[in-house]
């Protein structure tokens, strides 16, 4: 009953002709920008919060736009997928394997519609999810001290490295960076300046929007110019996008079962959603293919994967609203939007600010209405946005990129700290070097080194208070099994992601 | 041939060290708490050391790197967004942009005239769009735009 209240309390908030408005922006951006191959959620996201700031949007309306982009993105990858065979973001890698095939057949317009709505499904039933789970780890993250919390951000880090790269030394080096460059700046519990280099531009440390920016937008701009030349152009022609009856029946399970494992997928910590579709995809074909048809076009090789990525979405949204820790390289940045708007996820945030939370499920279950919509019947009008060529759409995107950023700060040095962090998010990610948890470390360090030091200082400088109580040790040994299996079975578990860098971590 | 994942390991050792060094001279105030502001950086620095070690020792297989061409072009992408982070005061949203977008277009292969073209799309869109539409403050030039 509880739920249903907040739930209608969510739907005030959500219904409002601003909202809707900007719900309605958000998915036809979202599917735009996962659609373009070379912009997924986490870029689109990141260079869409600044402009979101500077609009003077208040939390909740922000948040409604940008979980609508993130949502809408993960509908969007399919069409690039099952058009040109290019994954639109890296989620959506998954959808060429028996999305392309049946394009090719002549059945584009069959695919798109099925997996449109296999991705409603997905993120419909994740949405529940995050409405009756969230508040219950709510429950259980009133339990935790700050030990607890310091183990609960190493978890993050040690899951986080194990899926997202192929070298978990690369890992920790990416977490080290991320968490030293948080450290920029004046301690907040004792007022000293660290690391700032007598530069008055760092002592408030470095902003994780031009961090984030630089990383993810300005970087792809650098990789575009490496691969010049890449133009898209659509071979296949549009059919009527419709679902016959006999596949709906046929894919039924298949959506089930991709929802199902997507948003566990989603829920655990660093897992996010290409973790999802991989595993969506690959328990489908264990269970379903028994003609040996998937890769060549089978429907349900489809809709397992697309229910999948969309089910994680919803799930990783879970621990990054109750515990403000991110499932994904996207939430992460929505983490870092809640955290400029002065709002920090946790039991806190349901306490007081239970219309942030509700307007913005509600808002999710009214966006997921809208990108099906979208979808299915203008699917040909997304389609054909596909065409805008590399040598248009990079350009716009650094300048948009600039525009957000000097629109936040005003500053010429951050717009260069942005491009320095272009570059190096560039090379990292030619060394295989994962950018997620530099991030995470940026986002989290500062509250990751007040929980060490609070703990710390409650047992007057034991150390042993780090695993003083069976929750702590719980969340330690998770940590040591994320970091260490993925090192055995790694490469079981792993998306394989090809050769050329569409190192969109979801 | 010096592999690229030694280069990254030995400068992510000498980065964890300077790191480290660095917290050592952190000067403490009068507040002081159990931990105090040092320990926290020493343990990043410690595990950034550890990481570049065994990529230093254990190197991945090489990355595919772009040629010189490439190499070039991308050098010549981040002077073009220096130049225009240095020029957007100075010059003014519009100008500055439609002239940096410009040469990226060009270099993204775009014929000359397209790249002109689409640059001064992608400013003058964006002015008006971000500016007049919605409001957003862009960066003013002795033009007032």
Known sequence: MELLDSLAQGFAVALTLENLGLALLGCFLGTIIGALPGLGPSNGVAILIPLAFTLGLPATPALILLTSVYYGCMYGGRISSILLNIPGDEPALMTTLDGYPLAKQGRAGEALALSGLASFVGSFFATIGVALFAPLLVKVALLFGPAEYFALFTLAFATLGGVSSKNQAKSAMAAALGLGIAMIGIDGSTGVYRFTFGNIHLLDGIDFLVAIVGLFAISEVFLFMEHKGAESAIGTRLDRITIPLATLKRTLGAMARGTGIGFIAGVLPGAGASLGSFVAYTIEKRTSDRQGTFGKGDVRGLAAPEAGNNASAGGALIPMLSLGVPGSGTTAVLLAMLLTLNITPGPLLFQRNPDVVWGLIAALFIANVMLLLMNIPLVGLFARVLQVPARILMPAVAMVSFVGIYGISGSTFELLLMIAFGVGGYVLRKLDVPLVPVILGILLGNQMEDNLRRALSISNGDWGILWGSPLAIGLWSFAVVGFVAPMIVGRMLRPRVPAAETADPD | ?145
């Open chain 2, 1 to 145: 041939m010096i592999r690229s994942d030694r280069i990254l390991g030995a400068v992510g050792l000498i980065l964890g060290v300077a790191f480290i060094w660095g917290a050592t001279l952190i000067e403490t105030g009068f507040i002081v708490d159990a931990l105090g502001p040092k320990s926290f950086p020493i343990i990043i620095g410690s595990v950034l050391v550890l990481g570049s070690g065994y990529v230093l020792v254990r190197p991945d297989p090489e990355p595919a790197w772009p040629a010189l061409a490439g190499v070039l072009e991308i050098l010549g992408a981040i002077v073009v967004l220096i130049g225009y982070a240095l020029a957007l005061e100075p010059v003014g949203f519009v100008i500055s942009t439609a002239v940096a977008a410009s040469l990226l277009s060009w270099r993204l292969g775009s014929s000359p005239l397209g790249g002109v073209l689409c640059g001064i799309g992608i400013s003058v869109g964006i002015y008006v769009i971000f500016h007049l539409v919605l409001g957003l403050s862009l960066a003013r030039g002795p033009l007032g735009f």
